[in-house]
């Protein structure tokens, strides 16, 4: 299954599967005016897989004089026994709970869901179907609709004010980033590991009181509102020409860029020319009419006056926001003029927009398929494509992560990944950084994982002692029940030669190690070579006594 976003429409691609009406055994095909459970089997799997998603059995069904069975997930999800002899589950859009309604707007507990990490924070399962009419069965209803009731002011009252304090607290990192950095793309896994969803930016936004981390949550915003905006004139312009073509297109976003990150705008310079002028006034209008009223309703929360809104825009965060959303790509002449320089005059041309792809999102198992497939393609080669390959094993792993930040085997192959690359950079600033990146993610998976995915997961050692050298040599650990077993060992590196590292790890996850001076490895195995040999000697000399008190018999 995958997504694909092309001109401004987004289409969902899936394989034929070997199922029918007639191979459906748990849920609802008809939106719950008939449902199903078939295999008790099924039954027991589904409730296995809620328990582990924190969500909630309830009774289903939406017509009262037919049968109605307890399910756990939506009304609406489908489990197919298929054709193959496979298991289908279909229909899983609705398959955690959703936020409070707002009254305000219209059938938004279809979508307004809650994020995934939230509901394994709350105390008490809640309801996929709370607040929906393919609940009204349940004599429960009422209660889970104040359950989730609670968890959305948890998240609203508690979860989104402390995540704006961590963000203060850390102002440091946004007061020295550089508009080319890439701060602004980690901002969405950090919010969804979190369990707050990209549509409460606004309350974020007046959650914070740092001036540096507003103006990241603003550019966040407004690059999404850009986002849809283009996307909007580009569904329209398909609309207008009726026929597949890049041409029309491609004047449609040169056109709105050019409009909506004026230059003039946004910078101190004057231009008395009456071209630029007008440009302005175009700009000012879009930006008045259009774009500052929708950042408003979209993020709830934000209300800066549009003048002001004007001043806070990063045109080169924007650009790198929909370049990572879209795809867009300009040339590098064309975003050194128009973003790192102070030219008053610039002006986008079609020659300048590079590409306007066809952005194909797969499913997690997919990207990380490929992270995998890059990282072994990477032990195996000995050229110097081997870095190559372990950063698209990072840049895949990364994408997971975004989507599900709380993986801790995705966290964990990330940490690999990063480490391998960190063996073979030249440079040794950016060997460090690798080294604590990976030290991060590792430490993470660790405090994520159960006890029994600790015994699934490799437990990378050597941490710390690493970062006191460029290149390291890796020395994997595995967990055997409460033990810790060394599978291969560190060989001398670092200055003289002379460290070896063991590492050793305890059940909450956390790990030291021991520096052991190789020196007094080999006098160790030296004294055990003596040992042996004063073994042996023994054996010789009883031997020898043995063989005189036979000869005298």
């Not at 709350?122 to 996929?128: A, M, Q």
């Not at 996307?231 to 976003?253: A, D, N």
């Not at 810790?484 to 560190?490: D, E, S």
Request: proline letters at 4%; a positive charge.
């Amino acid at each position: 299954m995958a997504t694909v976003d092309y001109l401004g429409f987004r289409l969902t691609v899936m394989s034929l599967l070997p199922i029918d009406h007639s191979t459906i055994v748990y849920g609802s095909d008809n939106a719950g005016r008939q449902m199903h459970l078939k295999d008790v089997a099924v039954a027991e799997h589904m409730k296995a897989i809620a328990e582990r998603l924190n969500l909630k059995g309830h009774v289903c069904g939406t017509v009262p004089d037919t049968p109605h069975f307890e399910l756990h997930g939506p009304t609406d999800i489908e489990v197919h026994h298929g054709r193959d002899g496979n298991l289908y589950a279909l229909d899983l859009s609705r398959l955690f709970p959703p936020e409070k309604p707002d009254t305000k707007v219209q059938a938004c507990y279809l979508y307004r869901l809650l994020r995934p990490e939230l509901v394994l924070r709350n105390e008490v399962p809640l309801s996929s179907d709370a607040f929906s009419k393919f609940g009204c069965a349940d004599r429960e209803a009422h209660t889970s609709d104040e359950e989730v009731a609670r968890a959305t002011a948890f998240l609203l009252g508690k979860v989104i004010p402390e995540f704006a304090a961590y963000l203060d607290l850390d102002q440091c990192l946004f007061h020295t980033c550089h508009p080319t950095d890439k701060v602004s793309m980690s901002l969405a896994p950090k919010m969804h590991a979190a369990g707050i969803n990209m549509r409460h930016l606004g309350r974020l936004w007046s959650c914070t009181n740092t001036q540096s981390v507003r103006d990241l949550l603003y550019n966040e915003m407004i690059s999404r509102v850009i986002k849809n905006q283009l996307r909007r004139k580009l569904r329209e312009q398909m609309i207008k020409e009726k026929r597949l073509t890049e041409t029309p297109h491609r004047g449609v976003v040169i056109s709105y860029l050019n409009l909506v990150l004026n230059r003039h705008m946004f910078s101190k310079a004057f231009d008395p020319s009456e071209e630029a002028h007008l440009q302005e006034e175009r700009t000012l209008r879009e930006w008045q009419q259009c774009i500052h009223p929708r950042l408003v309703s979209t993020f709830p929360g934000y209300n800066d006056p549009v003048n002001k809104s004007l001043q806070d825009v990063n045109l080169m965060g924007v650009y790198l926001r929909l370049k990572e959303m879209m795809g867009l790509e300009l040339s590098k002449d064309c975003v050194r003029k128009c973003f790192r320089t102070q030219e008053r005059r610039f002006y986008l041309y079609d020659q300048d927009l590079i590409q306007l792809p066809c952005k194909v999102t797969h499913m997690d198992l997919i990207t990380v398929a490929e992270g995998h497939l890059m990282a072994l393609s990477g032990e195996s080669d000995s050229t110097s494509m081997a870095t190559q390959f372990f950063q698209w094993s990072i840049d895949s792993f990364s994408r997971v992560i975004d989507t599900n930040p709380n993986s801790p085997a995705y966290l964990f192959h990330l940490a690999m990944a990063q480490y391998q690359l960190a063996v073979r950079e030249a440079d040794e600033s950016e060997a460090m950084r690798l080294l604590d990146s990976a030290k991060s993610h590792f430490e993470r998976s660790m405090k994520l994982a159960n006890f029994k995915e600790k015994r699934t997961l490799l437990t990378l050692t050597a941490v710390e002692w690493a970062k006191r050298c460029a290149r390291i040599r890796l020395v994997f650990t595995h967990r055997a029940g409460t033990t810790v077993k060394c599978c291969c060992w560190l060989p001398p590196i670092g200055p003289g030669g002379q460290h070896a590292v063991v590492g050793l790890a305890g059940k909450d996850g956390s790990f030291e190690e021991v520096v052991v001076q190789e020196k007094e490895k080999e006098k160790e195995k030296e004294k055990e070579k003596e040992e042996e040999k004063e073994e042996e000697e023994e054996k010789k000399k009883k031997k020898k006594k043995k063989k005189k008190k036979k000869k005298k018999k």
